[in-house]
């Protein structure tokens, strides 16, 4: 009970201190600091209901255990890391966005794929990634190849579909006026349409971020080599290994959140411009 108590105290004074700095005037020490606690409290809160009420390590190790195994598994996350993200993940996750962008000026040039090509994307993008990720799995082998396929058919038409509507942004009376000054496509394009749609193209960047680990890893549970995040997951799980499966849990969130925060400080050196970037 003594676990618990110190628990519910805990809580109670956070909450005060979060209810405090939340009137405050907004700047970026409240930013930073706020979401710290709360994040902070629920891992003491954590802790302390683990421990309470003497739940099974197998069922939900505590996070003191988790950051002990994490700490102590290092090079085999570190190993993991690389074979799922660096490998499979950002080379898909290049590679699909990559065409997918290529392939969306080609359908705004052409009338033609415009009316076909996006419905077949749309069916293409609801396909479940459980079915597709074995059948990719053995046409490209059970090394990083296969997930990086699996990466290039997840994030191609999300992709493709914001790069789509990004070229769309600039309004009718824009277009005209390039028309006027005697501007190609290709200098409309380069000079108006592709820097309207730069929030559109890194919105789709950043959504086929979080899918790109997300299916790296999926991928990795239907055949792999003997390492990677989807393989370790998978295994620790049949030897009930909770601590280990969630410190891989813990490197993908940080990896995650790293690559999607990576993308957002570039989306703001390059957009600058944009109303959502102003203060």
């Known amino acids: 009970m003594i676990w618990i108590a110190f628990g519910i105290v805990f809580w109670a ?26 994040g902070v409290t629920i891992l003491v809160l954590w802790e302390c209901l683990v421990h309470g009420f003497e739940i099974s390590p197998v069922l939900l190790p505590a996070p003191s255990a988790i950051a002990t195994r994490f700490a102590n598994s290092l090079p085999i996350l570190w190993v993991d890391f690389v074979q799922t993200f660096v490998k499979g993940a950002l080379s898909g996750y290049i ?25 077949i994307g749309n069916f293409v993008a609801a396909l479940p990634i459980v079915g597709m990720a074995p059948i990719l ?37 824009q277009r005209d006026l390039m028309k006027t000054y005697g501007a190609g496509y290709f200098q ?19 959504i086929c971020s979080t899918l790109a ?17 989807g393989f370790r997951i998978s295994t620790e799980v049949g030897r009930l290994a909770l601590d280990m499966v969630w410190a891989e ?22 957009t600058f411009w944009h109303p959502s970037q102003r203060r």
């Open 137 to 173: 799995v053995m046409w490209f082998g059970f090394d990083w190849q296969s997930k990086a396929a699996v990466v290039v058919v997840m994030v191609f038409f999300p992709m493709l579909v914001n790069t789509v509507e990004g070229l769309k942004a600039s309004d009718h009376m």
């Open 13 to 38: 004074a956070m909450w005060w201190l979060n209810l405090r700095l939340s009137k405050a005037k907004p700047n970026k020490f409240t930013g930073f600091v706020v979401p710290t606690i709360f």
């Open 188 to 206: 409309a394009l380069t000079k108006l349409r592709l820097p309207a749609a730069m929030p559109f193209i890194f919105n789709g960047l950043k």
């Open 95 to 119: 590679l699909g966005c990559g065409a997918a962008f290529l392939t969306a000026i080609a359908v705004d040039r052409s009338p033609f794929l415009q009316a076909g090509l996006l419905p």
């Open 213 to 229: 680990l997300i299916g790296a890893i999926v991928a990795e549970f239907f055949g792999s080599p003997i390492k990677g995040m």
């Open 249 to 270: 849990i813990t490197v993908a969130a940080i990896v995650g959140s790293a690559f999607y925060g990576i993308i957002a400080l570039i989306e703001k050196a390059v």
